[in-house]
């Protein structure tokens, strides 16, 4: 029998893949990783955020010690505050069992909490739940199945149209289609994304008419 998992509007902001691991256990909605402080300088991400915030909004939840307040105080820099909802996990002394020794501050991460306890922090940070159910929320998924009946894969013109749609909106068009379609995951719903597609790729032909 299938896990129940959550299924929120707001795309997930954490810091590291152990902590998007562990989410990936309970929440079947997009998460973004920040991979600590890189994402300072990692542009092609941040733009990817403010994408995914735009659309989606964002429901960050990094660590409750410094470093991830600093994150979290970073990418309110960069995202208007009415597109974030803040999700904070308590402060609990204890240490990860992969990790060897204590944090600097001692305190747990995300992939250290509880599932109930993350579960009841999301409950509280006013996110938009859509579904409680794995099956509704995987439906909602955009997939490769898509892809091919929106002809960005499996025809001659695929690769330009993929192309076209990166560059409307403002992502490399060197990225992989499993790339993109994890993208679009995290700036989309399927709805959104059939007709985003449909649109832009009908204005396009018309100009080349």
Not at 134 to 159: C, H, M, P, V, W
Not at 171 to 184: C, D, F, H, K, R
Request: charged share 35%.
């Amino acid at each position: 029998m299938n896990k129940e998992k959550m299924y929120i509007k707001e795309a997930i902001i954490v810091e590291g893949k152990y902590d998007k691991i562990k989410l990936k256990n309970i929440i079947a909605s997009p998460i973004i990783q920040t991979n600590g402080f890189r994402i300072f300088k990692d542009k092609e991400k941040v733009n990817m955020i403010r994408k995914a915030a735009e659309n989606k909004g964002l429901l960050i939840m990094t660590d409750s010690d410094s470093a991830g307040f600093v994150i979290r105080n970073f990418l309110k820099g960069i995202v208007p505050k009415e597109k974030i909802k803040n999700c904070y996990i308590p402060e609990i002394l204890g240490k990860e069992k992969r990790k060897s020794e204590f944090s600097k501050e001692g305190k747990l991460g995300v992939e250290g909490i509880d599932e109930n306890i993350l579960l009841d922090a999301i409950h509280r940070s006013g996110a938009v739940i859509i579904g409680e159910n794995e099956n509704d929320a995987i439906q909602q998924q955009i997939e490769k199945i898509d892809f091919y009946n929106l002809g960005l894969t499996g025809r001659e013109d695929s690769a330009k149209k993929r192309t076209s749609i990166l560059k409307a909106l403002d992502l490399p068009t060197y990225i992989t289609t499993n790339a993109m379609i994890e993208t679009v995951n995290y700036i989309f719903s399927k709805k959104e994304f059939y007709d985003f597609v449909a649109k832009h790729i009908n204005v396009n032909e018309k100009e080349q008419d």
